[in-house]
T-cell receptor, first 114, second 113 residues
Framework: GNSVTQMEGPVTLSEEAFLTINCTYT??????LFWYVQYPGEGLQLLLK?????DKGSNKGFEATYRKETTSFHLEKGSVQVSDSAVYFC?????????????FGAGTRLAVHP | DGGITQSPKYLFRKEGQNVTLSCEQN?????MYWYRQDPGQGLRLIYY???????QKGDIAEGYSVSREKKESFPLTVTSAQKNPTAFYLC????????????FGEGSRLTVL
């Protein structure tokens, strides 16, 4: 079945460092891919998405490119801030019996220090 | 503002009691979902619904029940049959298309005493 694999955390960085969080997926067909962010005690917020191969999603300085040849959707940011500390989830959409569902990775915790 | 409202935010339950978590959306979305999140883990799908009066079991439906009598509402009941109900519960909605993202509520934290 479809699945998402993320790099294990926590990822600990100093402010202004470069961030990469790896995400690879297994899927049939052509899923859409998403990155969500979760701040402590809150629900998930969409960070960015890409709906077809070679699309680049971007938002708030974060970006990720849908790479079908490597089945990857790595999240990057050139210069992280303390306020970026959160848990990041990679996800893919799949159609099952006419229903659309999202499959989530386990999440990667990011801690940014001043 | 459009969005998803979950209530209560915190809930305590004694063993053997059923509890119902509320989820309301005013985004006019067709699809609604319930996920469970345990500490340090990802999200696991409990139930989902594409249209009124229809819903499907997700990966961990045992011990849970739902209803979808109105498009805006998708309440989740955690029954006494759920062996380990302490968790963070997240409700979401979407347009239901494969390119449509999920919009999440703020979550409900259930603790069994």
């Amino acid at each position: 079945g479809n699945s998402v694999t993320q790099m294990e955390g926590p990822v600990t960085l100093s402010e202004e460092a470069f961030l990469t969080i790896n995400c690879t997926y297994t899927a049939t067909g052509y899923p859409s891919l998403f990155w969500y962010v979760q701040y402590p005690g809150e629900g998930l917020q969409l960070l960015l998405k890409a709906t077809k191969a070679d699309d680049k999603g971007s938002n708030k300085g974060f970006e990720a490119t849908y790479r079908k040849e490597t089945t990857s959707f790595h999240l990057e940011k050139g210069s992280v801030q303390v306020s970026d500390s959160a848990v990041y989830f990679c996800a893919l959409s799949q159609l099952s019996g006419g229903y659309n569902k999202l499959i989530f990775g386990a999440g990667t915790r990011l801690a940014v220090h001043p | 503002d459009g969005g998803i409202t979950q209530s209560p935010k915190y809930l305590f339950r004694k063993e053997g009691q059923n509890v119902t978590l509320s989820c309301e959306q005013n985004l006019n979305h067709d699809a609604m979902y319930w996920y469970r999140q345990d500490p340090g883990q990802g999200l696991r799908l409990i139930y989902y619904s594409q249209i009124v009066n229809d819903f499907q079991k997700g990966d961990i439906a045992e011990g849970y029940s739902v209803s979808r009598e109105k498009k805006e509402s998708f309440p989740l009941t955690v029954t006494s049959a759920q062996k380990n109900p302490t968790a963070f519960y997240l409700c979401a909605s979407s347009t239901g298309t494969i390119t449509g993202e999920l919009f999440f509520g703020e979550g409900s934290r259930l603790t069994v005493l």
